[in-house]
């Protein structure tokens, strides 16, 4: 490779625990940067230069016209955009964007009665995705060396309850243990389930996910069923119609 690759980091709305989480590769992050030069990045101290980007990577949901421009700002000058994180992949808040989450009452900003986060892909096109809240670093690392080496990066087609069963972890569905595995994208290793804690979503909705299966198993199991499982389906419908 004769030069290197030009890359900048940006943010929108976030609390940039993805940066900090690349920043822990330590080594590798080092190795990565023989091939890569960081041109613009705030967290990583390197002021705006305004030039074009082969690789832009963006964290942060949009919340405000200020970020829509900014997104696309970014966007007219980069060869490739990755979201990067739940927020800028789905709006944050997981895939329960905008009509809740486990009936927890969003605090709003002032003057923002009707705040709501969106994912930067409704006003710019994406490129790649890089699901997770963190954003997973060892996904990051291969996605940045699949593009050195001009090759797709594969997404993760396979849900977490598929790497539970790989990992032959009881099921906490069975043990009345609320979990929404079966309905989100794997590729973290099934991180939460591993750990006893049921999956919240993070990665977002899995691509065949059966709303319908995942509300069954609940009742099955006696566990409440929450509201915004409902309305989940229920917007997965309405995007059906239009499709």
């Known amino acids: 490779m004769n030069k290197k690759v030009k890359v900048g980091f ?24 023989k091939y890569v030069e960081i041109v613009e990045s705030r967290i990583f101290g390197i002021p705006k230069r305004s030039e074009e980007l082969d690789v832009a990577f963006i964290e942060g949901a949009i919340t405000c016209e200020e970020e829509i421009e ?4 970014i966007r007219k000058r980069s060869k ?15 895939m329960f964007k905008n009509f809740g989450f486990t009936g927890a009452k969003i605090n ?53 309850c598929s790497e539970c069963i790989l990992y032959e972890n009881d099921c906490l569905l069975e043990k ?5 595995g079966p309905i989100t994208q794997g590729g973290c290793g099934a991180l ?7 999956c919240f979503g993070c990665r977002g909705l899995y691509e065949d996910a059966n709303i319908d299966g995942l509300i069954e198993a609940f009742k099955k199991h006696n566990i409440p069923i929450p509201d915004y499982l409902y309305e989940l389906k229920k917007k997965l419908v309405e995007a059906a119609k239009h499709e």
């Open 108 to 160: 709003q900003p002032p003057g923002k009665e009707n705040f709501i986060t969106e994912p930067i892909d409704k006003y710019i096109k994406v490129d790649y995705y890089l699901p997770g809240c963190p954003a997973k670093r060892e996904e990051f690392v291969e996605l940045v060396y699949s593009l050195l080496a001009n090759r797709r990066f594969a997404e993760k087609p396979h849900s977490v």
């Open 80 to 94: 490739i955009v990755v979201a990067l994180g739940d927020c800028a992949c789905s709006g944050g808040k997981f």
């Open 176 to 180: 009345g243990i609320p979990c929404l």
């Open 192 to 198: 939460c389930p591993t750990n006893g804690r049921g």
């Open 10 to 33: 940006f943010s929108l709305a976030s609390c940039e625990g993805c940066y900090v989480d690349i920043l822990n590769l330590d080594d590798k992050l080092l190795d990565i940067l």
């Open 70 to 73: 900014r997104a696309k700002e």
